[in-house]
């Protein structure tokens, strides 16, 4: 299974769904607020190319040479990414 880090904030609608889509699927990720961390928010800026894009998914496979970096994507996508139907 990938490791899941979800860039998100409380007061994000795409946040909580693409949560609940995780939740119901049963898949493990780890969550950074970055309201409360300023470092993850702007490491998400860089990645975006210079927006506060979220929610970010930071996905590492076993065999991947570099992460996927998804920026809200649509649910649809996120399943596809992670292989489920």
Same mark, same amino acid.
């Not at 470092?39 to 506060?52: E, F, L, N, P, T």
């Given at each position: 299974?990938?490791?899941?880090?979800?860039?998100? +904030?409380?007061?994000?609608?795409?946040? &909580?769904?693409?949560?609940?889509?995780?939740?119901?699927?049963?898949?493990?990720?780890?969550?950074?607020?970055?309201?409360?961390?300023?470092?993850?928010?702007?490491?998400? $800026?860089?990645?975006?190319?210079? &927006? &506060?894009?979220?929610? +970010?998914? @930071? $996905?590492?496979?076993?065999?991947?040479?570099?992460?996927? $970096?998804? @920026?809200?994507?649509?649910?649809?996508?996120?399943?596809?990414?992670?292989?489920?139907?």
């Amino acid at each position: 299974m990938p490791k899941i880090t979800l860039y998100s +904030t409380p007061w994000c609608g795409d946040c &909580r769904n693409a949560k609940r889509f995780l939740k119901e699927a049963g898949i493990a990720y780890d969550e950074i607020d970055i309201d409360q961390n300023e470092q993850a928010a702007q490491q998400v $800026i860089d990645w975006s190319g210079g &927006r &506060r894009v979220i929610p +970010t998914f @930071h $996905i590492v496979t076993g065999d991947a040479q570099q992460p996927l $970096i998804l @920026h809200n994507p649509p649910i649809q996508k996120l399943a596809a990414v992670l292989g489920i139907q």
